[in-house]
């Protein structure tokens, strides 16, 4: 397993930018696909998006389409989300997760990643 490390959460105006980061240590990072789930306060985590192994592939979630963008430096062991027009409804704690495959890269499911960050808050004033 990788380990995770989130960084660039922060208080952000609607319609502003955050860009959040993920830090992996292990030497295998590019063998894991990786998301970013978010959970806002009462309620469940949810899918934001996710990112192939090699980076070539990803998966966005409706609500944020055309606003984040995911992308990934296995050179650096690196993952970020880059997060614009941001809203209120976008306030939630991220998560990084790593979800190491065999086949198939991409999942929605929570249970499907193994390797959890603690997480980072964002929280977006109207």
């Known amino acids: 397993q990788v380990q995770l490390v989130e960084s660039g959460g922060g208080l952000a105006q609607a319609g502003g930018s955050l860009r959040l980061s993920c830090a992996a240590s292990?030497?295998?990072?590019?063998?894991?696909?990786m998301g970013w789930f978010r959970r806002a306060p009462g309620k469940e985590r949810d899918f934001v998006v996710a990112?192939?192994?090699?980076?070539?592939?990803?998966y966005y979630a409706d609500s944020v389409k055309g606003r984040f963008t995911i992308s990934r430096d296995n050179a650096k062991n690196m993952v970020y989300l880059q997060m614009n027009s941001l809203k209120p409804e976008d306030t939630a704690v991220y998560y990084c997760?790593?979800?190491?495959?065999?086949?198939?890269?991409?999942?929605?499911?929570?249970?499907?990643?193994?390797?959890w960050g603690p997480g980072t808050q964002v929280t977006v004033s109207s």
């Open positions: 997760a790593a979800r190491r495959y065999a086949g198939s890269w991409l999942s929605f499911k929570d249970v499907a990643y193994d390797s």
């Open positions: 990112i192939s192994g090699s980076g070539d592939s990803t």
């Open positions: 292990g030497r295998t990072f590019g063998s894991y696909a």
